[in-house]
């Protein structure tokens, strides 16, 4: 469980830094060209449905955003995500901070595979993002440049998450999250994603109401 946190934790802000990546690039800001640096910097193939950035605010929306697994892991899908909606600080952003007013992130399913060799995709595409952005502007070095601040209200949908193993099929598993528009506010720091990843865990798998929603302090 600590591990699933932990990836999914990684992922939030891998994530977050390919969006401030291309906000930065805005002005080649194409969803070819954004489909071609997720690849480049994940090894994976990307579609995006449509992709939009605000020219006079710093605000990005990517809405049917498919990500595929690499042919070690079947090449099959990994992450469905309907929307991802982000909107910076343009003051902060002027400081080298990464603060964000608004996150909205629907995950309509993530698909966690392990491998014939034991390795699992999260973990194999957070190393290959650390290895290809250290040094060169990639994803680790924006993260370092724009150190992260909070984020003042944080919408999430969650829908479906699979395990597949694909060299023990009777070990496959598919938990049904069902989380709709949960609304979190002032969160600062990693601690408090991590809390709320293990709180909307807690509810989907009945241990929790689903309200109210404790907001973490700030």
């Keep these: 469980m600590k591990r699933l946190l932990k990836w999914a934790l990684g992922l939030v802000l891998v994530l977050a830094a390919l969006v401030l990546l291309g906000l930065i690039f805005k002005d080649s800001i194409l969803r070819i060209i954004a489909e071609r640096r997720i690849r480049s910097q994940t090894g994976m193939e990307a579609r995006i449905g449509k992709l939009s950035s ?13 990500l595929f697994n690499t ?22 952003l002027a400081r080298h901070e990464l603060h964000v007013t608004v996150l909205r992130f629907n995950l309509k399913e993530i698909d966690l595979v392990r491998n014939a060799a034991g390795q699992t995709n999260v973990f194999s595409i957070l190393n290959k993002v650390q290895t290809r952005g250290s040094g060169n502007g990639g994803v680790p070095k924006i993260l370092k440049d724009f150190p992260f601040t909070g984020i003042d209200v944080l919408n999430l949908t969650l829908g479906k998450a699979r395990y597949v193993d694909l060299k023990e ?3 496959n598993r598919e938990f049904n999250l069902n989380i709709q528009d949960q609304v979190f506010r002032n969160v600062k720091s990693g601690a408090d994603v991590s809390g709320i990843l293990l709180l909307l865990w807690l509810r989907s ?3 929790l109401p689903l309200s109210p929603v404790p907001q973490p302090q700030g």
Excluded: C, M, W, Y
């Excluded at 605000?54 to 498919?66: A, E, M, N, Y």
């Excluded at 042919?71 to 902060?92: K, M, N, Q, S, Y």
């Design 54 to 66: 605000g020219f006079f605010s710093p605000v990005v929306t990517i809405q049917d955003l498919k």
């Design 71 to 92: 042919a070690e892991f079947g090449r099959t899908l990994f992450l469905d995500i309907p929307e991802l909606h982000v909107e910076f600080d343009a003051a902060a």
């Design 169 to 171: 099929a009777a070990n």
């Design 205 to 207: 798998r009945g241990g």
